[in-house]
């Protein structure tokens, strides 16, 4: 191999190296090898602080004990208030929950639909009888999933007016096929947010893969 | 300057490559640049650093179902940085050499400049100091990686992954203590095989054990003199080592089987008062490489722990032949001590000047075959080339621990007092008498034999007369008998090569003989026959036609006759016309005593005893004569044409032993040359021959009686003594034949009336035979008739 070969080799090699290295992934990767939780979000979204996060959503919820938790939010300085609570740009958490066996048979659609906010009529009839101020309802999308490993769950569009603006949420929640593990992911923001960065949301959304683990 | 020199090589250009000339290679010091790289030594690095990477992007998109190549793969670029780091480097170490394979400047900079001063800096420290920098740099490079794959192991710094690696240590602990107890259980089971295996073999004796004494070795007193004092220099080690000596650490006792030798090493155990410790033969002979490395090791643990406790220890290896040799052969020195193949007779060799003997020696290797042990071990010891049964490591163990007893040994000893910085103590003085006895000394090692290991090699030979007569007193002491003290010495006299051994044998033979006869007491007449029993082994129960049986009878009286008139130096042992697998019949004469010289009226008789058969034949049958004399001439001849060619006893001075030999034989002794008897040497042997044949004929018509006497004794008798030869001709009583009445005239021509028929059946003129034999008055005692073996060795056979 001559001079002139491996000049081309080395400069090819240092060029290559460069240009990767300029550009950045199209997404950040979002994984629970544990728990075979796995999504991603755009670059722009940062992640929230852990600790703070758990503090926030407590050691366990009414429906099972955290295992993992992640919130992201396309802020520059993203905070537990721009997932809790009604946010002008996006904001994604996800979690993966331990069911105990009291827990696992009280696991249903509506179960899961009514997870984090009241969805199906007989939910928001009783919130509505609990004199919760919730309005605004309004159900844009309504699936059932099931996927390869047995998994499956719902994906949830709705709106709710939360006081100030109309806040849009796409929920998705799935259990294994031992119903051991609820997992779920919240993506929401402003409705006109919604609308406008429909597309990431989706893809967000879409990457949401729970792999297979009992 | 040119970067290499170009000239044509020895052949000068190649035919496969017309105008090239073979280059060549320029040595380091004259190249201007750098030796180019081979393109896969310039991408190798490049190109596993790839690879690695690759398997950093698989891995993510391995872990991650959401992450695609492409994502996998930038954000590996961003994460793997070391990985480019060192690509980078790798690339610019390849432009190094670039650079330093075409610009002669910058090659210059580096390896005269850079690299030549670096070298020239570290060469002012001395060799061990670099050295130890070395080391404490390696150290420190393997310490920093250790640090830094432990702090992106456990996502912290790398000094405090260092710190971190303890606390993990120690929560493995069991999991590594399992799968310890699981590796040193496969371990423990070979070590017990090995163990189990390694035992065994090995007797000690503690004094008072054995009851065997030096009184009761017989026959071996120079030898035992000499193991005497090796153990009295043991039983007081001070006696010699005050004086500067040390004790002797090893004899070898080496001959022939049945001597005695492991009844010496029995007796040097019961009369030492130290521990004696037994090998067996077969104790090294091991299945598995290692064993017997092992068994020697752990004997020579056992010998030093013995002889530091009781002061000495003696070792006695039986067989010790079955250690095997590394291939060499210790011929020389233990076969024969002599230094060059000889003839029998003056050691003429010694006083010659050097370069004389080394042209002989050179001489002798040609002319003479190469030595070969004698009968049965031909074909056993080649095979004890590679190792025998001590092989594998095992005589090479034998041979460290024998002369490795001096070194300090023991971990606390060498390892533990060296780091407190005090000197390993000497070990103590390890009094070991290490014994050996082999009959095959050339299978030994020779590095066995050296001083040191075995100091002494004694040969026990056959026993001496004296000690014969020792050991068939013993012997005879052990059970009734009543035989004298004086036919106990003609005993020992007419036995010359007994051992231990066969005289154990003959006396148990005796009573065997007795105890038919319905007698506990042995007379000397069973020991006669238990003798002959013994010599000439069992009959063929075949009977001759009477008129053979005559001629057979006369033909071995004849030689029994001249034997016993001409042959001062043996007497006649045994005659017999039993027939046996490949004789009729025999005369075996003895020595009286053991002589090493030969004279010519000594080799005259024995050429008159042979001719003797030949010359009777003649005249007791007018002239006619059998085949059977064939190996009687053989021998006359031989000796006759070795007498005028190689022994100087006729009219010639120069020997015949310097010409030729074809085919590995003598052309003289031998007889190879058929052409011999018509030379001049063959003339005056044949001449020889005729004028002893003429003395004897002359002594057989003057003992015709007798020739007759002793013939009628052998056909009634079949065999008889040597005694009962010289009973006949004297006239007196013998063992099994009493020869009183063959000397008076009446039975004397009987007897001649009883040839004179035979002769007539035997010519065909009267053929009226069974003629019946002559009958004198008989002693009571009757031919054995009983044999158990077949004779060897017969002296003058038919």
Not at chain 2, 541 to 550: D, K, Q, S
Request: net charge neutral.
């Amino acid at each position: 191999m001559g001079l002139r070969h491996l000049c081309s080799v080395a400069a090819l090699i240092i060029v290559g190296l460069l240009v990767a290295g300029c550009v950045a992934p199209q997404y950040t990767y979002v994984a629970d090898s544990a728990d075979s939780a796995y999504f991603k979000v755009p670059p722009s979204w940062r992640e929230v602080n852990q600790s703070t996060l758990q503090s926030a959503e407590g050691a366990s919820s009414q429906e099972g004990s955290y295992l993992w938790s992640r919130a992201y939010a396309d802020s520059a300085k993203p905070s537990v208030n721009n997932v809790f609570s009604s946010s002008v740009t996006p904001a994604a958490y996800a979690s993966v929950l331990a069911l105990s066996a009291a827990e696992r048979n009280g696991v249903s659609f509506n179960s899961m639909r009514d997870l984090l906010l009241p969805v199906t009529a007989s939910a928001r009839q009783a919130a509505s009888a609990a004199h919760e101020e919730l309005s605004g309802f309004a159900s844009l999308s309504d699936q059932v999933i099931t996927d390869n490993h047995d998994d499956r769950g719902i994906r949830e569009i709705f709106d709710y007016d939360l006081g100030t603006t109309l806040e849009t949420f796409d929920l998705t929640v799935l259990t294994n096929s031992a119903t051991t593990k609820l997992y779920f992911l919240l993506v929401h923001c402003a409705a006109t947010c919604f609308a406008a960065d429909y597309n990431q949301i989706a893809a967000v959304v879409g990457s949401f893969t729970v792999g297979g683990g009992s | 300057m040119p970067a290499r020199s170009r000239k044509p090589g020895p052949g000068g250009p190649s035919p496969g490559h017309p105008g090239h000339a073979h280059s060549e290679r320029p040595k380091d010091y004259e190249r201007t640049t750098r030796k180019p790289l081979a393109p896969w030594d310039r991408l190798k690095f490049l190109a596993l650093l790839v690879l690695l990477w690759l398997v950093l992007v698989w891995s993510d998109m391995a872990n991650d179902p959401v992450i695609g190549f492409v994502d996998a793969a930038r954000q590996q670029l961003t994460e793997a940085l070391w990985l480019e780091v060192l690509i980078g480097l790798e690339v610019l170490r390849q432009l190094h050499f670039l650079l330093a394979e075409h610009w002669p400047a910058y090659y210059r900079l580096w390896s005269r400049g850079i690299f030549g001063g670096i070298d020239r800096v570290s060469h002012r420290l001395g060799d061990w100091t670099r050295f130890r920098m070395a080391r404490a740099a390696k150290w420190l490079l393997v310490i920093a990686l250790l640090a830094l794959i432990l702090g992106k192991a456990y996502h912290t710094s790398p000094v405090h992954g260092l710190f971190l690696l303890p606390g993990t240590i120690i929560h493995a602990l069991p999991i590594i203590l399992y799968v310890m107890a699981i590796v040193s259980l496969g371990i423990l089971q070979f070590v017990g095989i090995f163990w189990f295996m390694s035992r065994g073999g090995v007797d000690v004796y503690f004094p008072d054990d054995i009851s065997t004494r030096f009184s009761d070795v017989w026959g071996q007193d120079h030898v035992l003199e000499r193991v005497k004092e090796a153990m009295l220099y043991l039983e007081d080690p001070e006696s010699i080592e005050d004086k500067g000596g040390y004790v002797p650490g090893g004899i070898l006792l080496w001959g022939p089987p049945g001597t005695g030798k492991t009844l010496m090493a029995e007796a040097v155990a019961g009369e030492t008062g130290k521990p004696y410790v037994f090998v067996d033969p077969g104790a090294f002979i091991n299945m598995f490489f290692g064993v017997g490395i092992l068994k020697v090791k752990s004997l020579f643990r056992r010998l030093r722990k013995l002889a530091v406790r009781y002061g000495g220890v003696i070792v006695f290896f039986d067989e010790a032949d079955s250690l095997g040799n590394r291939g060499g052969s210790v011929g020389g020195q233990g076969a024969n001590f002599s230094p060059a193949p000889q003839f029998d007779g003056c050691h003429g060799f010694c006083y010659l000047s050097p370069d004389t003997q080394a042209a002989l020696f050179a001489e002798a290797l040609k002319a003479a075959p190469a030595p070969r042990p004698p009968g049965r071990f031909r074909q056993m010891i080649p095979g004890m080339g590679m190792g025998g049964g001590g092989g594998m490591g095992t005589l090479q163990a034998l041979l460290t621990e024998m002369s490795g007893l001096k070194k300090p040994r023991g971990f606390f000893n060498r390892v533990v007092r060296r780091t407190l910085g005090m000197r390993p103590k000497p070990p103590p003085k390890y009094r070991i008498l290490v014994m050996m006895a082999t009959n095959m000394p050339s299978a030994l090692d020779e590095a066995l034999l050296r001083p040191g290991r075995l100091d002494r090699v004694y040969r026990v030979g056959y026993p001496s007369k004296e000690g014969r007569r020792r050991t068939y007193e013993g012997y005879f002491g052990k059970v009734k008998s009543d035989v004298t003290p004086e036919q106990i010495d003609h005993l020992a006299t007419i036995t010359p090569y007994a051992t231990g051994a066969t005289i154990k044998d003959l006396v148990n033979e005796s009573l065997i003989v007795a105890l038919r006869d319905g007698r506990d007491t042995i007379t000397w007449t069973d020991v006669l026959q238990a003798k002959l029993l013994k010599s000439v082994g069992p009959s063929e129960g075949v009977e001759y036609i009477e008129r053979e049986r005559h001629a057979v009878a006369v033909h071995e009286a004849c030689h029994a006759v001249v034997s016993y008139r001409v042959q001062k130096r043996n007497v006649i042992d045994t005659a017999t016309i039993q027939k046996g697998a490949d004789y009729l019949g025999f005369v075996k004469p003895i020595p009286i005593e053991e002589q090493f010289t030969s004279w010519r009226t000594e080799y005259e008789a024995d050429v008159m005893v042979s001719l003797a058969s030949l010359v009777g034949e003649r005249m007791f049958f007018d002239g006619d004569s059998s085949s059977g004399v064939s190996g009687d001439l053989q021998n006359a001849s031989r000796i006759s044409l070795a007498m005028e060619g190689l022994w100087g006893m006729g009219g010639q001075y120069g020997s015949f032993a310097v010409t030729p030999a074809p085919h590995d034989a003598h052309p003289v002794a031998d007889g190879q040359d058929r052409a011999v008897f018509e030379t001049a040497l063959g003339k005056r042997a044949e001449a020889h021959l005729a004028a002893l044949a003429d003395r004897t004929g002359v002594l057989l018509t003057e003992e015709r009686g007798n020739v007759l006497a002793v013939a009628h004794a052998l056909e009634v008798h079949k065999t008889i003594t040597g005694e009962d030869v010289s009973a006949i001709i004297c006239g007196s009583e013998g063992p099994v034949v009493d020869g009183r009445p063959y000397q008076t005239p009446e039975f004397a021509a009987t007897l001649e009336s009883y040839h004179e028929q035979v002769k007539l059946a035997h010519s065909g003129r009267d053929r009226r035979m069974p003629v019946p034999i002559p009958v004198p008055a008989r002693k009571a005692a009757e031919p054995v008739s009983a044999w158990e073996s077949p004779a060897t060795d017969p002296g003058a056979e038919r």
